[in-house]
């Protein structure tokens, strides 16, 4: 079945930093590409995401770029802040389901 | 709206009792899902429904059961609770008109169980 790898589990950054988080799927049909954002004691919300007929996605300090062929994509936050601090999921879906990665627990540094 | 919500919160269950988690979405979402979040994973799904009365298992569906009787609830029922279903439950919606897959999902703030 369908599997994403997402990597790093932990990341740290310093406020204001840029932070890069990386995800690669198997299933060559996939051709949605969700990021989520889940705070502590809440449900996963939707921040960003990309569709397989696009290579790049911003919104405004979020951006998010897909490789096809290479099957990955990545999340890439600019000038972070507090609030960032957050743990964050990629997924892949082909037809109704979504499959999730293992998530990235990213805290940042004032 | 309120969108998608879900009781109760917490819920301490011993081994081998039932229950029922309860989930509502009033955005008229034809598809809802039912996922589990163990420590340190990402999110799996159970179960789905592409609409009243049509249900299906997802990838870790073994001592759950669902319903789906109406558009706006999508109730998961645990039978015989076992230590393995300690987890964090999540419920999910996502529309599915009038445009082709796939859909966006949204996520309600989930049922912390421990089966002790």
């Known amino acids: 079945g369908e599997n994403v790898e997402q990597h790093p589990s932990t990341l740290s950054v310093q406020e204001g930093d840029s932070a890069v988080i990386k995800c690669t799927y198997s299933?060559?049909?996939?051709?949605?590409f969700p990021w989520y954002k889940q705070e502590l004691g809440k449900g996963p919300q939707l921040i960003i995401d990309?569709?397989?007929?696009?290579g790049e996605k911003k919104d405004q300090r979020i951006a998010v770029t897909l490789n096809k062929t290479a099957k990955h994509f990545s999340l890439h936050i600019t000038e972070t802040q507090p609030e960032d601090s957050a743990v964050y999921f990629c997924?892949?879906?082909?037809?109704?389901?979504?499959?999730f990665g293992q998530g990235t627990r990213l805290t940042i540094n004032p | 709206n309120a969108g998608v919500t879900q009781t109760p919160k917490f819920r301490i269950l011993k081994i081998g009792q039932s229950m029922t988690l309860q989930c509502t979405q009033d955005?008229?979402?034809?598809?809802m899902y039912w996922y589990r979040q163990d420590p340190g994973m990402g999110l799996k799904l159970i179960y789905y429904?592409?609409?009243?009365?049509?249900?299906d298992k997802g990838e870790v569906p073994n001592g759950y059961n669902v319903s789906r009787s109406t558009t706006e609830d999508f109730p998961l029922r645990l039978e015989l609770a076992a230590p393995s279903q300690t987890s964090v439950y999540f419920c999910?919606?996502?529309?599915?008109?009038?445009?082709?897959?796939?859909?966006?999902?949204?996520f309600g703030p989930g049922t912390r169980l421990t089966v002790t």
């Open positions: 999910a919606s996502s529309y599915s008109k009038p445009r082709p897959p796939p859909y966006e999902q949204y």
């Open positions: 299933d060559s049909a996939s051709n949605y």
């Open positions: 990309i569709r397989s007929n696009v």
């Open positions: 997924a892949s879906q082909g037809a109704q389901k979504l499959v």
């Open positions: 955005m008229n979402h034809n598809y």
């Open positions: 429904s592409v609409g009243a009365g049509i249900t």
